[in-house]
């Protein structure tokens, strides 16, 4: 059986392994300290403190930065076709200093290739942006997209930006002609529309809240019809919610079309030929209930598996998927609508352990 994991996270030791990476002035900021990184706005309350409790590091700190404890792991035990790389690092997070950003993004992109890319040709990897300087970020964009393993941008969802703006098209511009996908991931500054809550659990279930209104955004807003040769992924932020999403908009569409004349097909129609969404972490629901909710969506190409490997809640592909499910069905959600949205020929990939040159 194939498995492609449509969302990992590679990481960094310290924010002071990107400083090879940096130009001055941003090469001695970071090597001096002056800026320490995100800082996460709530504590964990799982065994691993956000990771899996056995994610560690030799001498037993929590590690996502070491290549053959994943290999070990996730890549080899479960036989990977792929597994797209997708990062925790989002210098988009910087409300200012946009140079800044833009320069660690750079650094990430850079490191990420030496460290992780260039060791396994099962890798797929992100580029990733500041999208607070859209200029910039297009041309890094640019930058990366020749290597083969490149595959997406990726955005992330912060507190205070919905993509579909105007502002945010030089972006999708370089992805459409680099022949990029998009994929959203939340990040620890999503939040709902109250904020995040009292409690981490209370925060966790406003996750898949934040990610709707970006499909709003982009539907609305003419993204999907501006750049016909994009593709979209939401990664990490449930499936459930789609089919609510898919009605209200067609709803409002019919009603309302006048004021958005550029959107030229249903809502719900954008959404069937052109999302996907990662099924981690999957609701605690019946097999019986997964068919109800592809019923719903009115076709089965829009999930993809994925793990969230080190999360704590990852999902292993060998029960987070109801064997109830056809396999036909089972197959499209472990690899199929993946392999397709990427562009891949999994036939490549059946010397799994293969690592680059």
């Known amino acids: 059986m194939h498995i492609i994991d449509t969302d990992v996270h590679e990481s960094f030791a310290s924010l002071k392994d990107l400083v090879p990476y940096l130009p001055e002035?941003?090469?001695?900021?970071?090597?001096?300290?002056?800026?320490?990184?995100?800082?996460?706005?709530f504590a964990y309350t799982s065994p691993g403190n956000g990771n899996r409790a056995d994610v560690k590091s030799a001498d037993g700190s929590a590690s996502v930065s070491d290549y053959n404890l994943m290999r070990s792991q996730l890549l080899d035990p479960y036989k990977l076709s792929y597994a797209v790389l997708t990062g925790y690092f989002y210098p988009t997070g910087l409300k200012l200093q946009y140079g800044l950003g833009s320069a660690l993004a750079s650094a990430y992109n850079d490191y990420v290739l030496e460290h992780w890319i260039s060791k396994d040709k099962r890798f797929l990897g992100s580029v990733q942006i500041n999208a607070r300087d859209p200029e910039a970020a297009a041309r890094e964009i640019d930058r990366m997209a020749?290597?083969?393993?490149?595959?997406?941008?990726?955005?992330?969802?912060?507190?205070?930006?919905?993509?579909?703006?105007?502002?945010?098209?030089?972006?999708?511009?370089?992805?459409?002609?680099?022949?990029?996908?998009?994929a959203f991931h939340h990040t620890t500054f999503a939040q709902?529309?109250?904020?995040?809550?009292?409690h981490y659990m209370e925060r966790h279930c406003l996750i898949p809240i934040s990610l709707m209104p970006q499909v709003i955004s982009l539907i609305a807003n003419g993204v999907f019809d501006s750049y016909p040769n994009l593709r979209f992924m939401v990664l990490e932020g449930g499936f459930s919610w789609l089919p609510h999403v898919m009605w209200r908009m067609d709803r409002e569409y019919r009603q309302g079309r006048v004021e958005v004349p550029w959107i030229k097909k249903l809502p719900s129609q954008h959404c069937r030929?052109?999302?996907?969404?990662?099924?981690?972490?999957?609701?605690?629901?019946?097999?019986?209930?997964?068919?109800?909710?592809?019923?719903?969506m009115g076709t089965d190409d829009i999930l993809v598996?994925?793990?969230?490997?080190?999360?704590?809640?990852?999902?292993?592909?060998?029960?987070?998927?109801?064997?109830?499910?056809?396999?036909?069905?089972?197959?499209?959600?472990?690899?199929?609508?993946?392999?397709?949205f990427y562009g891949l020929d999994v036939r490549e990939s059946t010397i799994p352990n293969q690592a680059a040159e």
Not at 25 to 41: E, L, T, V
Not at 192 to 198: D, K, S
């Open 25 to 41: 002035p941003y090469k001695s900021w970071i090597g001096n300290g002056a800026w320490r990184g995100f800082s996460q706005p």
């Open 192 to 198: 709902g529309p109250y904020g995040m809550g009292l």
């Open 273 to 296: 030929e052109r999302l996907r969404l990662s099924t981690q972490p999957t609701e605690d629901i019946s097999g019986e209930d997964w068919g109800k909710l592809i019923d719903l």
């Open 146 to 182: 020749a290597h083969p393993q490149i595959r997406q941008v990726m955005l992330p969802v912060v507190d205070d930006i919905a993509y579909g703006h105007p502002m945010y098209r030089p972006i999708f511009a370089a992805a459409e002609r680099n022949k990029l996908m998009v």
């Open 305 to 340: 598996f994925s793990t969230d490997y080190p999360h704590f809640d990852f999902d292993d592909p060998n029960a987070a998927i109801p064997k109830s499910l056809s396999s036909g069905t089972r197959d499209k959600i472990l690899w199929k609508n993946a392999a397709d």
